[in-house]
Structure formats: C-alpha cells, structure tokens
C-alpha cells in the first residue's frame, strides 16, 4: 500500500511539496540550517548618555538591553520544520500555534503600535548620498565595505562604535544612527548576507522622533515569518531574521531543550539570557521531542507570560491586545499575513476551525511587483484596530476533539519516520468515521431492497473497522494524549503483548 506523505485534505498545506517536511520523509536530510543573526559584538558598542537618549526616543531603548543571544541551531532548525508559510504558524502534534504582535512587544520591548516601516528602493549612488548625508562618513568601496546599497556591520563597528567625549551634537546623531543601523541589521532585519545590511533603513532614523512613531515589532515579525517561510523550503540550507525571538518563544511555549531561567527582567528575552540550553543534542531528538509532546505533561504552555503580568511597563500593557488583530504585517517589501485566529488558545480561549485559508501568488516579490499590494497592505495596518479577533475567531466553533479531528486531516504532525506512518493511519481512521457519518445519515426509507442492503453493509464495514477490542472511541483523538475509558481495554501499537495492533489491522482493511 502507498501512503501520502501529505495532508488527507491538501486544502491549507498546498505547498507540502515544497516543504522540509517532505525530503525528510524521504530521509533526505539537510542538516542544520546555518543562523544568520550577528549579535556577538554588540556589546562592543560603548554608548554615551546622550546616545542612549536619541536610542530611547528611537524606540529601542528596551530592545537593546537585550544583547548577544547563544543561539541553539538544533532547536531553531527542528522549529522551521514545523513552520508553514500558508497560514504561518507551527504545525505541531497539539494543533497550530505562532508568534504573535504581542509576543514581539513582550519579548523584545519593541513598538507594535504605530506607522508601518516602509520606504524606497534605493541605488547605489543613493546609498553613498545618504552615508554621507546621515552617517558623515563614507564606506569605501575598494575595501568591499559597501556592496549593492548594503554597508559592512564590521565597517559600522569599527568607524562608529564609540562617539568622542566633545563629539557635536551632529556627530553624536551620525554615531547614533550607524548603530542603530547596525543593531537591526545584525538582529530584527539580519538577512542571509550575513555581515551586511541595506542602507535603505537609514532614513527612517534621520529625526529620531519620528523614528519612535514606527511599528517596528510589527516590522521585525514581518521579517521573521518571511525568514521561516524561506527556510521551510527543503532547497534552503539558511535562516536570518529576528531567531533570538524565535527561540526565546520556543523557550516561554514548549519545554523542550529549554534552560534555566535568569532573574525576572524586561523585555523578557532577559530570561534566557547568558544561559545555556541543550545545543549539543541533535536534530532528530529535537524532532522526535517534537513529535511527542504532551499537554498532561505539561510540556506546552499555550499563555506563559500570565506570570510577569506586573513587570510589564504600562505602555505596553495598553497594546497587547494587537496580538489578537487578523492584519497584515509591512516591512519594506515585505508582506505577510497575521493569523491569530488560528492560535487562540495563546489567549485562553478555545480553538475552532479557522476559516479556509487563501492561496498566495509566491512567483513575485519585488516592491515594483506589489506596488497595489503594499498599499492594499498598509490601509489593512491602518486598521489593525478594528480586527481583533473574539473568541470565536470568525471560525466554526467546535470542540476540542472535533478540532483535533479537522486538524488532523489539514496538517502533518510527526515527522520521525516510524510516527509517520502512525500518524497518516489515525488520519485514515478520521476519514473512515467521516463516511460512516454520511452513511448513517442516509435515509433508508426512498432505497430499494438491493440499495438497502448494500447500505447496510456499508455502515456494517466502517462500523467493524473503527470498532474492536471494547474500544469505540475515534483512534485520532487518543494520539493527541486523550484519555480513554478506564473500564475499556486499550489497543497496543506494538506485537509484544495480546492485544490488537492498530496500524496493522487497519493497514490490512485498507490495502
């Protein structure tokens, strides 16, 4: 028998194959992905008080006490391989869950409320003007410190990382935005140039007010859910963006490869910070962790920040109801979807099934090619208020084990091969307690006899399959940690005892 690496209903993952998740089926691994963030050496930058003051008003007064994060590869890459850009959230074995506005503020301490950052394409010559015009100095290009419109951190660092004491108020500007340039280039905007990052940001920090106005959590998220997009393609071997997130939200949700926790601070990365996590363990433990999780076992925490409730300013306090709003997320030419719907119990409420999920045209990125879009884009931020989601999300309310029953059909959830193969079992039994519905709902009354019996025998079949060994609860349901019946015998997976061997019954009805 053939079996579909692939969701029963292919209606959301439509890009499955093109998707990690596929090559590693076919034990066609490749490897870690290597992390493109570069805050090693910020710490090396020596701000003075009057910088600190232009950073604060910039908006990233919070966001730079964070520093240098040890980053564990292992983790992140077994993170993007539950990573799907339809609906951009991580399919685990427990339903859907993201990163979501609110996240992004908490974690970091940037704005998620406030103008879209946005801007122009810009040249090279352009590029060397605003050098000149904002930094006061010139990067060379003969000494490779300035390519294609994108400067060298490392020219950044070593030309302004530290502002002479009697330094005009001017110069103490010009220092200011070299590293405030340099801070999301290695961080919020790092790309998979690695050690560069595009000039084309410089203009948004020319008056350090009107930087302050700008979204840019919003922003870094954008960033990130296109870098976790990218890197869940099996043809990619990189991820950049913003991974400090992404691993600090691994840390707050799943206790996996998780360490101990710092001093209570904020913004709450601070909790992780200078500790070590598990980075020797492997991918595949990783994975197979993955694949097991146990909400029994107090392994996810769908609201972890309820607990650093008063360490929260009060100005970020007053937007985390963001983190609910079904908007669109802007980052230059950057565009992508904010699907909070799809994660509500992240806001302690019960999940229904999401509406359907629309197919995006993936063939064109530049900004010349999304020139309605973006604008489409930026009117949908401009009312990012009026879309905060309830608790119903807009979606069809069910319970928990119909949930799991759609979702189990939608998605893929165990990526260890011998999982695997359990997994599109318990998928088959959805859909095998899906016809015996229909079946059972067919009024018997306008058949002929033959029809009749033939009807019968139907529902006799579907009933027999999903009904053997005392137990008549839908198999799917008990693969997400549901318990059964204690007065009922309970089927084994495995050949070593008595009892039933589930995959292999079914595999034989069904082959």
């Known amino acids: 028998m053939d079996i579909d690496v692939g969701p029963v209903d292919p209606s959301v993952l439509y890009e499955q194959e093109l998707h990690v998740s596929s090559a590693v089926w076919e034990a066609q691994e490749r490897g870690l992905l290597r992390c493109q963030e570069h805050t090693s050496l910020l710490h090396q930058w020596k701000l003075t008080d009057e910088q600190t003051k232009l950073v604060d008003k910039a908006g990233f007064g919070l966001f730079r006490r964070i520093g240098p994060m040890t980053l564990n590869n292992s983790l992140i890459s077994a993170l993007v391989e539950r990573w799907r850009r339809e609906t951009n959230t991580f399919h685990l074995a427990l339903g859907e869950t993201t990163i979501t506005l609110d996240e992004v503020s908490l974690v970091l301490g940037l704005q998620i409320d406030g103008d879209p950052v946005v801007g122009s394409k810009v040249g090279d010559e352009a590029a060397m003007d605003m050098c000149g015009r904002l930094l006061g100095k010139l990067p060379s290009a003969a000494n490779k410190e300035v390519n294609c419109s994108r400067v060298k951190l490392n020219w950044l660092k070593r030309t302004f990382s530290e502002c002479p004491e009697d330094a005009s108020s001017d110069v103490v500007k010009c220092h200011t935005r070299a590293y405030l340039l340099y801070l999301i280039g290695s961080t919020i905007f790092a790309t998979t140039d690695g050690d560069k990052v595009s000039v084309k940001y410089l203009p948004l920090f ?17 960033c990130l859910y296109r870098a976790l997009g990218n890197a869940s393609l099996k043809s990619q071997s990189n991820i950049c963006g913003c991974l400090t997130l992404l691993q600090c939200w691994s840390y707050f949700h799943l206790d996996i490869g998780r360490p101990e926790k710092s001093e ?68 230059f ?31 064109n990125r ?18 990012r208020g009026d879309h905060i989601v309830d608790s119903s999300g807009g979606g069809n309310v069910v319970d928990d084990g119909a949930y799991m029953e759609w979702y189990a059909r939608i998605s893929i959830t165990k990526l260890n091969r011998e999982a695997f193969l359990e997994n599109q079992v318990m998928n088959m039994i959805a859909c095998m307690r899906e016809f015996e519905e229909a079946a059972s709902g067919i009024s018997m009354e306008r058949l002929s006899p033959v029809e009749r ?28 940690g549901k318990r059964r019946r204690r007065n009922e015998q309970t089927p084994t997976m495995n050949n070593g005892g008595g009892g039933s061997d589930l995959s292999s019954l079914l595999l034989q009805k069904n082959t």
Not at 280 to 286: A, I, P, Q, V
Not at 370 to 377: E, G, W
Request: with cysteine; net charge positive; charged share 30%.
């Open 206 to 222: 020319e008056d350090f007010d009107r930087a302050g106005r700008y979204a840019w959590g919003a922003a870094a998220l954008a």
């Open 264 to 331: 209570a601070s904020f913004p709450l990365a601070l909790l992780w910070k200078g500790k070590g996590s598990r980075s020797k363990t492997d991918l595949s433990e990783y994975r197979r962790e993955l694949d097991d999780l146990d909400p029994t076992k107090m392994q996810i925490c769908w609201c972890p920040y309820e607990r650093y409730e008063n360490m929260i300013p009060p100005h970020v306090k007053a937007k985390l109801s963001l983190g609910r709003s079904k908007t669109t997320l802007v980052c």
């Open 333 to 363: 030419e950057k565009i992508e979807l904010h699907f909070p719907d799809r994660c509500l119990r992240q806001f302690g409420k019960r999940q229904p099934i999401p509406q359907k999920v629309k197919r995006r045209d993936r063939k």
């Open 366 to 383: 530049r900004l010349d090619d999304l020139d309605t879009s973006m604008t489409a884009a930026c009117e949908e931020w401009a009312e």
């Open 453 to 480: 019996e033939v009807m019968e025998s139907v529902k006799d079949t579907f009933s027999s399959s999903l009904t053997f060994g005392g137990w008549q609860e839908v198999a799917v349901n008990s693969s997400y």
